[in-house]
């Protein structure tokens, strides 16, 4: 059973970069042809998608946050991570990371997900 466990701070400083690690257990993130993705879910809207890895290694960004975004990956301990730099209180929301049988921008698409982690920017 593959399961998906985000890691990283509760609270980060406006300015700073946010990083987030997904830890996959149960299955290999570079299994075709999965995608890999981060989705946040700000307080009291829809959800967000990021980013996405695939299987191989390729990357897709939200256009609208492709100039702070960046999504990597270490097959050696079948994580992979997020860094969002400069962030502002905006940036407070529930970040998930979550799988998708193809690569894609689509949340629904996803169809396993980690618990979700609280993330707040606040000075």
């Known amino acids: 059973q593959v399961q998906l466990q985000e890691s990283g701070p509760g609270l980060v400083m406006p300015s700073q970069t946010l990083s987030l690690t997904c830890t996959v257990s149960?299955?290999?993130?570079?299994?075709?042809?999965?995608?890999w993705g981060w989705i946040r879910q700000p307080p009291g809207k829809g959800l967000e998608w990021m980013a996405v890895?695939?299987?191989?290694?390729?990357?897709f960004y939200d256009p609208s946050l492709q100039s702070r975004t960046s999504i990597s990956r270490d097959t050696s301990k079948n994580q992979f991570s997020l860094h969002l730099s400069s962030v502002t209180p905006e940036d407070t929301a529930v970040y998930y990371c979550?799988?998708?049988?193809?690569?894609?921008?689509?949340?629904?698409?996803?169809?396993?997900w980690g618990q979700g982690t609280q993330v707040t920017v606040s000075s």
């Open positions: 149960g299955g290999s993130i570079t299994s075709s042809y999965y995608g």
């Open positions: 890895i695939a299987y191989d290694g390729v990357t």
């Open positions: 979550a799988r998708a049988p193809v690569v894609t921008a689509t949340p629904e698409e996803y169809d396993l």
